[in-house]
């Protein structure tokens, strides 16, 4: 079991920019890919972005591509997103999750998942 907690949310004009942070504690964080989902009210959640345990691959959702960076560092145990030119459309609440399986390629499904932290809202004003 891996404990993750969000942090970084908030309030932002459109194009600005904000960088969310997920904390890993109680597994081997560098063995376990790791995604970002969020979840607009009233909508499903879907996949943001997701890097593999080594960090050497990393996947976004379309909607999101060349926005956002996701990365991590393994020796803080933490997960990041980098969300830049944000629109409207970005507002959600975002999650932090764990691939339920160490080594395996980057996922972006979110059954591939089984720890997910309490989530950070994102609003992004017009």
């Known amino acids: 079991q891996v404990q993750l907690v969000e942090s970084g949310g908030g309030l932002v004009q459109a194009g600005g920019s904000l960088r969310l942070s997920c904390a890993a504690s109680?597994?081997?964080?560098?063995?376990?890919?790791m995604g970002w989902f969020r979840q607009a009210p009233g909508k499903e959640r879907e996949f943001v972005a997701a890097?593999?345990?080594?960090?050497?691959?990393?996947y976004y959702a379309d909607s999101v591509k060349g926005r956002f960076t996701i990365s991590r560092d393994n020796a803080k145990n933490t997960v990041y997103l980098q969300m830049n030119s944000l629109k409207p459309e970005d507002t959600a609440v975002y999650y932090c999750?764990?691939?339920?399986?160490?080594?395996?390629?980057?996922?972006?499904?979110?059954?591939?998942?089984?720890?997910w932290g309490q989530g950070t809202q994102v609003t992004v004003s017009s």
């Open positions: 890097i593999s345990w080594s960090g050497g691959s990393t």
């Open positions: 109680g597994r081997t964080f560098s063995s376990y890919g």
């Open positions: 999750a764990a691939d339920r399986s160490p080594f395996r390629p980057v996922a972006t499904m979110g059954a591939s998942y089984d720890n």
